[in-house]
């Protein structure tokens, strides 16, 4: 790919006995919308986690604009523009909604260079533009009516916003999702298919996202690459991906054309 905003190269990830990256090879292109998918255990998450840093690679590299990343920690991969949700939702459940997204601001946000210091004039005046900066945020994944209300009384879909609101408040270039359909009610699953476009669309975001949601996957990605067994077994546009007859046959079994549409 001509521009590749991140740049996974065969990357083999063993955890003893189980190979669960093998030689895997990966381009993001900048403002595309790409997808991961695969059967459990594919080897998904664990390429999410080799992207942030939280894995280390047994071979092959990965770079993000052209600089090699892998070996890094997480924080300064963060830094670099790469920001992401987890499979399983991980907010501060007691702080309010907007208090999380706070939470998120770019480190160099004067409200978190303030914090730790007094709360004068200074600090008070840089939580205001926080929290209205933080506000937008939660409208761009339509939630702001729900500033006020802690994590842990929201339902889960918003619980889902919410995390990637403050993901988004890192301002990153590349976001990694990892099954933010997951659990997702249909017209839940739509609204998350507008937001994701919208945010490619109106912030230039490049996203890759790892699900199982057919409803998000086929509707919203450009390229998909599935794994299986820790290899990738087939790559291209949803059509492709849809009627590859070993990606029907390997991935999904013998429902496997149902389940993808074709
Ligand atoms: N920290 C770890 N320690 C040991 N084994 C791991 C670790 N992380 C992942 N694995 C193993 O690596 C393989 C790939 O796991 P991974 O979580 O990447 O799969 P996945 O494709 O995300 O699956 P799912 O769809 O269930 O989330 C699995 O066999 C898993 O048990
Ligand atoms: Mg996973």
């Given at each position: 790919m001509m521009d590749a905003l991140l740049h996974v190269d065969k990357?083999?990830?063993?955890?003893?006995?189980?190979?669960?990256?093998?030689?895997?090879?990966?381009?993001?292109?900048?403002?595309?919308?790409?997808?991961?998918?695969?059967?459990?255990?594919?080897?998904?998450?664990?390429?999410?986690?080799?992207?942030?840093?939280?894995?280390?690679?047994?071979g092959g590299a990965v770079s993000f604009e052209g600089e090699r990343i892998n070996?890094?920690?997480p924080h300064t991969i963060?830094?670099?523009?790469?920001?992401?949700?987890?499979?399983?939702?991980?907010?501060?459940?007691?702080?309010?909604a907007i208090e999380n997204v706070m939470v998120g601001l770019d480190r160099h946000h004067?409200?978190?260079?303030?914090i730790g210091m007094s709360h004068g004039p200074?600090?008070?005046?840089?939580?205001?533009?926080?929290?209205?900066?933080?506000?937008d945020f939660l409208?761009?994944?339509?939630?702001?009516?729900?500033?006020?209300?802690?994590?842990?009384?929201?339902?889960?879909?918003?619980?889902?916003?919410?995390?990637?609101?403050?993901?988004?408040?890192?301002?990153?270039?590349?976001?990694?999702l990892d099954e933010p359909a997951a659990g997702l009610r249909a017209a839940e699953i739509e609204s998350l298919n507008l937001i994701l476009l919208n945010l490619r669309a109106e912030q230039g975001l490049t996203i890759l996202?790892?699900?199982?949601?057919?409803?998000?996957?086929?509707?919203?990605?450009?390229r998909i690459s599935v794994l299986n067994f820790g290899r990738k077994i087939a790559e291209g546009n949803p059509d492709t991906v849809r009627k590859s007859p070993e990606v029907i046959r390997a991935y999904l079994g013998e429902k496997g054309a149902h389940a993808l549409g074709a």
């Open positions: 990357i083999t990830v063993r955890f003893g006995g189980i190979v669960a990256l093998d030689k895997v090879s990966l381009d993001v292109g900048r403002g595309s919308i790409q997808a991961v998918i695969g059967p459990n255990g594919a080897g998904k998450s664990t390429m999410l986690n080799v992207i942030t840093g939280l894995y280390a690679v047994d070996g890094r920690a963060a830094q670099l523009g790469i920001a992401r949700t987890f499979q399983n939702t991980e907010l501060f459940g007691e702080m309010s004067p409200y978190n260079l303030a200074g600090y008070r005046r840089s939580e205001i533009a926080a929290r209205r900066e933080a506000r409208a761009l994944v339509g939630i702001a009516d729900d500033a006020a209300v802690a994590a842990a009384a929201l339902p889960f879909g918003k619980q889902r916003r919410l995390e990637l609101a403050r993901a988004l408040a890192t301002r990153p270039k590349l976001l990694l996202l790892i699900d199982h949601v057919m409803a998000l996957v086929m509707a919203i990605s450009d």
